[in-house]
């Protein structure tokens, strides 16, 4: 009997309680609109992309191990480990 009363009074709480949500749109693939920079591929070496791609903006530091290094560019960043591309991806571009 005593668990009665903890369990009636949940179920009511739980009865009472409302649930909203809103709804995210997010617009994939505007990233880009505009002008569409092809970026380098998974595996394509640092000397590839420099040449593709010229100097980069920035050169970070490696972090971690495996080394990671980032190469800023405008309107992107590329991501190696060691000297080969893991990831490139755009940068967001902010709507007023």
Same mark, same amino acid.
């Given at each position: 009997?005593?668990?009665?009363?903890?369990?009636?009074?949940?179920?009511?709480?739980?009865?009472?309680?409302?649930?909203?949500?809103?709804?995210?749109?997010?617009?994939?693939?505007?990233?880009?609109?505009?002008?569409? %920079?092809?970026?380098?591929?998974?595996?394509?070496?640092?000397?590839?992309?420099?040449?593709?791609?010229?100097?980069?903006?920035?050169?970070?530091?490696?972090?971690?191990?495996?080394?990671?290094?980032?190469?800023?560019?405008?309107?992107?960043?590329?991501?190696?480990?060691?000297?080969?591309? %893991?990831?490139?991806?755009?940068?967001?571009?902010?709507?007023?």
């Amino acid at each position: 009997m005593k668990l009665l009363l903890p369990l009636t009074l949940s179920a009511a709480l739980f009865a009472v309680t409302s649930v909203q949500a809103d709804t995210l749109t997010i617009p994939l693939g505007q990233q880009a609109s505009g002008q569409q %920079v092809n970026l380098p591929q998974r595996g394509t070496s640092t000397s590839q992309v420099q040449r593709q791609h010229g100097e980069p903006t920035t050169r970070h530091a490696a972090v971690g191990q495996p080394p990671i290094t980032r190469w800023d560019y405008p309107g992107y960043s590329v991501y190696f480990e060691y000297d080969h591309v %893991v990831h490139a991806v755009r940068h967001h571009q902010r709507s007023n």
